[in-house]
Nanobody
């Protein structure tokens, strides 16, 4: 089993920045990919970004440029750097390991 815990959410003003972090723990299986999803209020789940052990990244539609995903797999830590945040970025952000192990999510609210 893999445990996934997100942190770093909160209230940020439009145009501001935020860093979300995610740590994983547990024994097997080995983690080969990590990703961030988000669920805006009243909307479905959206892929923000994913990253694999070889460093390959993929960003969801309209995410590239303002969001940057990084992964230190020696420390089991995944980060999401978000810049120039907009009110429509308000959502619960989820970390997922191997497309299967989900965290509880962390709320990000972009508002003045």
């Amino acid at each position: 089993q893999v445990q996934v815990v997100e942190s770093g959410g909160g209230l940020v003003q439009p145009g501001g920045s935020l860093k979300l972090s995610c740590t994983t723990s547990g024994s097997s299986p080995s983690i080969y990919t990590m990703a961030w999803y988000r669920r805006p209020p009243g909307s479905g789940r959206q892929l923000v970004a994913s990253i694999s052990t070889d460093g390959t990244t993929h960003y969801g539609d309209s995410m590239k440029g303002r969001f940057t995903i990084t992964w230190d797999n020696t420390k089991n830590t995944l980060n999401l750097h978000a810049n120039n945040l907009k009110p429509e970025d308000t959502a619960v952000y989820y970390c997922v390991a191997n497309w299967n192990y989900w965290g509880q999510g962390t709320q990000v609210t972009v508002s003045s």
